[in-house]
């Protein structure tokens, strides 16, 4: 299977700009350029399809540019409801560093990172106007969909002329770096392009490029938001374990197309796994294998190795047999209260809201649904001292099969 053929199998082409395009990417090597604004010091779960499609390009023998908007990001690309807040210098440059750092180890070293600030931090309002704004017709920028759907609440001109700016990013390097393709999610069409009219008007040559869908999960959020907040690729701000245990819990339904889209495993290989979890979806193999691949790219075969062993432990009642750290990492998000002195076991599952009451501690504890550092306990006067506690800090008391709480002994 060619690349072309390949990237449409796996649902990676929505929308192109150029019939030509399947010999172009079946063809002689050539350069090409994927944006992001730095409005954080990570890429989350959502960027991954477009760097996993860069990767693939790059594997083909194609040339990446990956632009990290050092410019943009100070304005912005408008958002269909409300204008961005504005981000500090300062943030952003630190921001920048982190998402290229990233992005260097996600492509082993293969794709050139590079900062519009450097070109576009050098051209004047005036000269801008003239090099850029004198090509692009208002009519043309209103009717873009963003902006066009923006007109009723307001847009800023700052945020209007993103486009501009955008425009401008694909001529400089089409110009300079003969980057003769921009890849974008399917949001970015309007801005994609803009760039392309403004290379055909300025030189009277012909760019190309195609936009990828926008990966979505089952209920039809965007991919990789949990609870309103990001899963960042950066295992510092989201664990392995926490990344594990999201794609562990994917929906069966999308099982197939995430597959495709994130992993590079073969379609044999693909259709396989995907016939095996069709038979058996209790095994979960197809979300196991998911989460195998992901995260063996993202961080290594230690790391998923590591994350599995702390499900395990979770959900077999191993937690003892943890590290503190990871204890620490797993349980982040669950209720934690300090442990200062020796305290009854009835007293502790009443003072720290682990049951409402005495009566109820006592029923839970008559019925062995209780655990301390993964014993069952029953006698409700067990003194809890720091000799009870794993590693001399912690002490994780679960109640029932999934409720768990952490004490700190300080």
């Not at 199998?9 to 992001?36: A, C, H, Q």
């Not at 409005?39 to 990956?66: D, E, I």
């Amino acid at each position: 299977m060619n690349l072309y053929d390949e990237l449409v199998w796996r649902g990676l082409i929505k929308d192109v700009t150029s019939e030509n395009l399947k010999n172009i990417l079946n063809g002689e090597p050539i350069s090409f350029y994927w944006g992001t604004d730095p409005t954080a010091p990570s890429l989350h779960l959502g960027h991954y399809s477009s760097l996993v499609t860069a990767k693939r390009l790059a594997l083909a023998g194609h040339k990446p540019f990956l632009l990290v908007g050092g410019a943009t990001g100070l304005i912005g690309d408008p958002r269909p409801t409300a204008e961005r807040e504005i981000i500090s210098k300062e943030a952003l440059a630190k921001n920048l560093e982190g998402i290229k750092k990233q992005v260097n180890d996600i492509l082993k070293g293969k794709a050139s990172v590079i900062n519009n600030y450097d070109w576009i931090g050098k051209i004047d309002f005036i000269d801008f106007l003239r090099e850029v704004g004198k090509y692009i017709n208002v009519n043309y920028m209103l009717d873009k969909d963003i902006i066009r759907r923006r007109l009723e609440t307001g847009i800023t001109f700052a945020e209007f002329s993103y486009t501009l700016i955008q425009g401008y990013d694909f001529y400089y390097l089409f110009e300079n770096k003969n980057c003769v393709m921009q890849v974008a999610g399917s949001d970015q069409w309007g801005n994609l392009t803009t760039g392309i009219d403004l290379i055909r008007k300025k030189t009277g040559k012909e760019a190309c490029g195609f936009t990828m869908p926008l990966i979505l999960d089952s209920n039809g959020k965007k991919f990789g938001k949990s609870e309103g907040n990001a899963l960042w690729l950066n295992k510092d701000m989201t664990s392995s374990y926490e990344l594990y245990q999201y794609l562990v819990n994917t929906d069966d339904s999308m099982i197939e197309h995430y597959l495709k889209v994130f992993t590079f495993l073969t379609p044999d290989e693909i259709m396989d796994i995907v016939n095996k979890h069709n038979e058996h979806p209790e095994l979960r193999l197809g979300q196991k294998t998911l989460a195998r691949e992901i995260i063996t790219d993202l961080h290594g075969a230690e790391e998923y190795e590591k994350a599995v062993n702390i499900s395990e432990a979770l959900f077999n009642g191993n937690v003892s047999k943890l590290k503190v750290d990871e204890i620490l990492n797993c349980l982040k998000d669950v209720p934690s209260f300090e442990i200062g002195e020796d305290i009854l076991l009835v007293d502790l599952l009443v003072n720290y809201n682990i049951c409402s009451s005495k009566r109820e501690a006592r029923e839970f504890l008559k019925q062995g649904s209780i655990l301390v550092n993964d014993e069952k306990i029953t006698d409700e006067n067990t003194l809890i001292t720091r000799k009870n506690s794993i590693d001399g800090k912690l002490l994780v008391i679960r109640r029932g099969k999934k409720k768990y709480f952490l004490g700190k002994f300080i």
